[in-house]
Structure formats: structure tokens, C-alpha cells
């Protein structure tokens, strides 16, 4: 078993938040700023796995442009298998809210 | 440096904006090619059926226009022939990609490389679909000089008969 494989019985998908998921997300998850993206890494705080979320400020297609609401919504996007994740969904649903701020 | 902060209790509302948006990132560099490809095509069309069916048509021989005119029709078609390949070559780039090879160690963490691939081929798109536009523009603006500007004395001046002698 991997490092990252934290449970041996795989959580089953569920579309769930928590404040603590954002509080835990915002100390364990490491930003790497790209040209046009930052790339936030770090351990799901509901299952656990390693998920890597891409953040963009503009996707092609201007009709889905992203509202600037002041913070962003991550996804567990974890590779591992969760019973019951929907078809062309990943991770184990859980789902949080983050603010990025820049410091100089 | 970017330092992360808890945001505001997550809503049904944000899950959703934030699935689509996760969606519309793995396949939007599937999406930017097939545009590239439309307008390459519909492009091509366009310059296809004004060039080589001869929907615009100027006189055949610059020569008979003024002084300086033939000059202009052939800077004009030089520079629409600049854009026409210039354009090309960028609408092919959106299509197809670079012709480079990328160190491994260069490669950014999906699926980042094909986000800023597909934000590097909209931009060659654009510059493509303008070029193509402006090289078309100035292939009217050459017919029309040779449709237009003044003709050249020797071609204005009446011809000549001689007499025919009949004995």
C-alpha cells in the first residue's frame, strides 16, 4: 500500500463540505504559481488521498467565464477509486473553499 | 509567495461552478483545436473561392496602368501574400501545435501543459484568422487599384490606322 492510501476500505463518493475540510486544506495544501495558474497540492482532508487541483482565471469558452466571487471552490480530485463516483467525475466528492492571497 | 486562508462555508452552488469548470479545463485543448480547424478550413475556403475561382479579378497587365500604380498593386499583393503565409502557418500552429520537442523536465503538471498549450493556441488562432482577414483585404485593395487608378499616356492615347494602299 502507498503512503498516500490512508484508509484500506475506500470511502464511498459523497458530495460533502465541512469548515474543518478548509481550515485542514488551507495548512496542509502547497500553492505553486504557474504562468496563467496556480497548482494546489496536498492530502484530501476527507479521504486522505493526494489531490492536485489546477486553479485558472480563464478557460476557452467566454460563455463559462469564472465569477471573481474572492475565493475558490476545490474538489478532492484524488486518483483513487471511490464507490459510487459519478462517470466522468474523480475523487471522493468532498469539496471546500479557499482563499488565495499574495503576499510580496 | 501565496499563502492559503480558509474561505467562506462551501455551497452547493460553488461544487457545481467548480465540476464545470474542472470539466471545461480537461477538454478545453480538445475544444481549441477543433475551432482552429473550423477556421482553417472556412478560412481556406473563403481565400480558395476569391483567388483560385477568380471572384475578384483585376486587368491581367499593371503595365497599363500610370506611372507608380503598377508599382502599388505589386507592394499590395507582395504584402497579401506576407499575410496570406504568415496567417497560414499561425491558424496551422492552433491546429496542430508546435513543431518542438519539450525537455521532460519542462513539462508543467497536468492538466496545466494543456491549459497553457490551449491559451498559446487561441492566441495563434487569433493572430491567424487576422492575418488571413488582412491578407484578403489587401488582395481586394490591389484589384481594385488596377480597376481604379489611371492608365498609363501610351495606353490612353488612340491608335494609330495607317491608310491601306489598295493598288
Same mark, same amino acid.
Given at each position: 500500500? %502507498? ?9 464511498? @463518493? ?15 495544501? %502547497? ?14 482532508? /476527507? ?12 478557460? @476557452? /469558452? ?8 474572492? @475565493? ?22 468532498? @469539496? ?9 | ?91 496551422? /500552429?492552433?491546429?496542430?501545435? /508546435? ?69
Amino acid at each position: 500500500m %502507498r503512503d498516500d492510501e490512508p484508509v484500506s476500505s475506500p470511502l464511498p @463518493y459523497a458530495e460533502v463540505t465541512d469548515e474543518a475540510y478548509a481550515t485542514r486544506a488551507a495548512a496542509d495544501f %502547497r500553492p505553486e504559481a504557474f504562468e496563467f495558474a496556480v497548482v494546489l497540492s496536498g492530502r484530501c482532508p /476527507r479521504c486522505g488521498h493526494t489531490s492536485t487541483t489546477t486553479l485558472v482565471d480563464e478557460v @476557452y /469558452r467566454k460563455d463559462a467565464a469564472i465569477s471573481d466571487s474572492g @475565493y475558490r471552490t476545490l474538489l478532492c480530485e484524488c486518483e483513487a477509486e471511490h464507490p459510487g463516483c459519478p462517470a466522468g467525475l474523480r475523487g471522493c466528492g468532498a @469539496y471546500w473553499t479557499l482563499r488565495l492571497e499574495v503576499e510580496a | 509567495m501565496i499563502r492559503l486562508r480558509p474561505g467562506p462555508p462551501a455551497t452547493v452552488a460553488d461544487l457545481r461552478r467548480a465540476q464545470q469548470l474542472a470539466g471545461l479545463l480537461r477538454g478545453e485543448l480538445e475544444r481549441v483545436r477543433a475551432a482552429a480547424v473550423a477556421w482553417r478550413n472556412g478560412l481556406g475556403g473563403l481565400l480558395v473561392a476569391l483567388v483560385g475561382f477568380s471572384l475578384i479579378r483585376g486587368r491581367s497587365d499593371v503595365s497599363t496602368l500610370a506611372p507608380g500604380w503598377g508599382a502599388l498593386v505589386g507592394v499590395l499583393l507582395l504584402a497579401a501574400l506576407v499575410a496570406g503565409v504568415a496567417g497560414a502557418l499561425a491558424l496551422l /500552429r492552433a491546429a496542430h501545435g /508546435r513543431l518542438t520537442v519539450t525537455p521532460v523536465a519542462a513539462l508543467p503538471p497536468a492538466p496545466l501543459g494543456d491549459h497553457l498549450e490551449a491559451v498559446a493556441a487561441v492566441r495563434s488562432l487569433r493572430t491567424g484568422v487576422g492575418l488571413v482577414l488582412l491578407c484578403t483585404t489587401l488582395l481586394v485593395a490591389a484589384v481594385g487599384v488596377t480597376w481604379y487608378a489611371p492608365a498609363s499616356p501610351a495606353a490612353r492615347s488612340p491608335a494609330v490606322s495607317l491608310p491601306v494602299d489598295a493598288t
